[in-house]
T-cell receptor, first 109, second 115 residues
Framework: GEDVEQSLFLSVREGDSSVINCTYT??????LYWYKQEPGAGLQLLTY?????DMKQDQRLTVLLNKKDKHLSLRIADTQTGDSAIYFC?????????FGKGTTLSVSS | EPEVTQTPSHQVTQMGQEVILRCVPI?????FYWYRQILGQKVEFLVS????????KSEIFDDQFSVERPDGSNFTLKIRSTKLEDSAMYFC?????????????FGPGTRLTVL
């Protein structure tokens, strides 16, 4: 069935790079997304990648897509304490977004 | 920058009562969605809505749920007879969904507590 898998926790030091990984199931997904959720807040769109792309860079964010392995990653360069949040990977299936359980990123100074 | 708004931010209700959660999507968006997030769990798709009809719904979206676009700006989710397990954060989203983009923009959510 449809399932998006992510590791649950990642802890990094300020200034390091963070890499959050995700695997998805539906090879027909047109778009893949990364959303950020801060405590008590809604879902903020960070970035997305079209399925015919391998990489997308947006300032400190780099998304890599390996369609063969159905693997998506989000790299945050120069991670700051303000990046501490839950990061959700999502794939689009039909009109629905199917989310992973989220990766909690903890950034220590 | 246009945003999706939701009211109320927190709703407390008794089991068995009806609740209506309200959303104002981004004004030029055509597709509207509801999702829910039970505390500590993943965000789950409930329903998508386009052209005054449900496009898709999940298994969660049973007969207790309904959606409506009562006017040109609001989009509502009604839960007819709330159960304890309906306690969750409910997110509304909207999108343009054209050939160039399918990005869904989310509101801040309504926290529903069923007692």
């Amino acid at each position: 069935g449809e399932d998006v898998e992510q590791s649950l926790f990642l802890s990094v030091r300020e200034g390091d790079s963070s890499v959050i990984n995700c695997t998805y199931t539906d090879s027909s997904s047109t778009y893949l997304y990364w959303y950020k959720q801060e405590p008590g807040a809604g879902l903020q769109l960070l970035t997305y990648i079209f399925s015919n792309m391998d990489m997308k860079q947006d300032q400190r964010l780099t998304v890599l897509l390996n369609k063969k392995d159905k693997h998506l990653s989000l790299r945050i360069a120069d991670t700051q304490t303000g990046d501490s949040a839950i990061y959700f990977c999502a794939e689009s299936i039909g009109t629905a977004l199917i989310f992973g359980k989220g990766t909690t990123l903890s950034v220590s100074s | 920058e246009p945003e999706v708004t939701q009211t109320p931010s927190h709703q407390v209700t008794q089991m068995g009562q009806e609740v209506i959660l309200r959303c104002v999507p981004i004004s030029n968006h055509l597709y509207f969605y509801w999702y829910r997030q039970i505390l500590g769990q993943k965000v789950e798709f409930l329903v998508s809505f386009y052209n005054n009809e449900i496009s898709e719904k999940s298994e969660i979206f049973d007969d207790q749920f309904s959606v409506e676009r009562p006017d040109g700006s609001n989009f509502t989710l009604k839960i007819r007879s709330t159960k304890l397990e309906d306690s969750a954060m409910y997110f509304c989203a909207s999108s343009v969904r054209d050939s160039k983009t399918d990005t869904q923009y989310f509101g801040p959510g309504t926290r529903l507590t069923v007692l």
